[in-house]
């Protein structure tokens, strides 16, 4: 064999090699990192127990040092876990105008209305509808119509929004006069049922926070306890689940009446919800959380939003009105317009801004002839 043919013959074989000359070198490389890993264990071990090393934890991170104690010079410090987000909730919580708290309800507690050629999905069985002659129902639902009249494209927010349906007091709006808005609902197994109506309205599975910070509270979930076919639909049970910080006595009894299971939820300010959603003004808010409304009310930034009208539920008076919430309202610009109490002290209530009185007030007091006279009734039924 010629010179040259010996050579390319062997660069022929050490082409075929070539994989396998690479594989051996990762294999030795990784032999000796395992190597000096172990030996500067090694080393650090018996350094530790000669003293001439130390490690040590202070509240920013790991360290490692030479010398027997910690002194902040020459020591090797490890970020291990984000000492700097734990740093960052010692300052307390966060606020509701937060870029980050907003991102976070923006990408993860925000779903976008529903398409409006999407057809909605409601539920029409006459049992279902019964809920449409509540005297609750009635109530509200032809004061909103005094009060809005054919006002259309208007923006609401409803909390809790049940399955969007059931006792909502914002659907007719949406379907007749073509308002968009944003339901909040914090019960898991009610948000299920209202991501299927194809509600033209933002939904959020969070709750609305009773201060004006996020925070993670406990939600009672109460359920009917037996559920036959012919049994009312589950929405009344469901409907009663509240924030447990924030229940008062006749919610402790009614634990024991219904099936009750404790979720953790998310809560968000309202405050939030609209800055996340870019919006200021509210012509419509509904307020239906079993308790925490007063609390979600008066954490509220008023100076930076408007709402025009505003029911809200109330628990816990036995003869109407509530001085104390009722003069904070009017202190933030609310007049009372109508209120219905029921036989368990829950209440309802209609504010105005005194704004929109002002601007609508002939209109309102012409389309409210002929409302049906509830209050007298619903109160002598109560004693
Ligand atoms: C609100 O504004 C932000 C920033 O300009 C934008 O990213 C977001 O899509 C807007 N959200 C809505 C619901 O309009």
Known sequence: MSLLEELSCSCRRARARHPYVWQRLADKLHKALAFLLLVTTMVFLLGLAAGVVHTGSNIHRLHVGIGRHHSDAHELHLSLGSSEHQQHRLKGPLQYDDEFVLQVIRSKYLVAPSPSDD???????????????????????????AVLGP???????????????????????????????????????SYQELQKRNRKAWLSPA?????????????????????????????????????????????????????????????????????????????????????????????????????????????GEKHGRDMQFHNFLASQGFMMYDHLTDGEGVSDYVFLSNDYWKVNKEKIEKRAVGLPKMKKEAIASAR
């Open 207 to 315: 709750c609305l926070s009773p201060s004006n910070y996020p925070q993670e509270l406990i939600l009672n979930q109460l359920e009917m306890k037996h559920t036959r076919k012919e049994d009312q639909y589950p929405w009344i049970a469901r409907g009663s689940s509240h924030l447990q910080s924030t229940a008062g006595h006749d919610q402790d009894v009614m634990l024991t009446q219904y099936h009750t299971t404790y979720a953790s939820v998310q809560c968000f300010p309202l405050a939030s919800m609209l800055l996340a959603l870019n919006t200021s003004h509210v012509d419509l808010l509904s307020l239906d959380v079993e308790g925490s409304e007063p609390a979600i009310l008066r954490s509220m930034p008023w100076s930076q939003f408007t709402v025009s009208v505003l029911l809200v539920e109330h628990h």
């Open 119 to 145: 057809p909605y999905h409601l539920e029409s069985t006459q049992k279902y509808e019964d809920f449409l002659s509540l005297v609750s129902w009635v109530f509200l639902s032809s004061r909103i119509k």
């Open 151 to 189: 006002k259309r494209g208007g923006f609401f927010v409803e909390a809790g929004a049940l399955d969007g349906q059931f006792l909502s007091n914002t659907l007719p709006l949406e379907r007749e006069l073509g308002w968009t808005g944003l339901l909040v609902e914090a019960n898991s197994r």
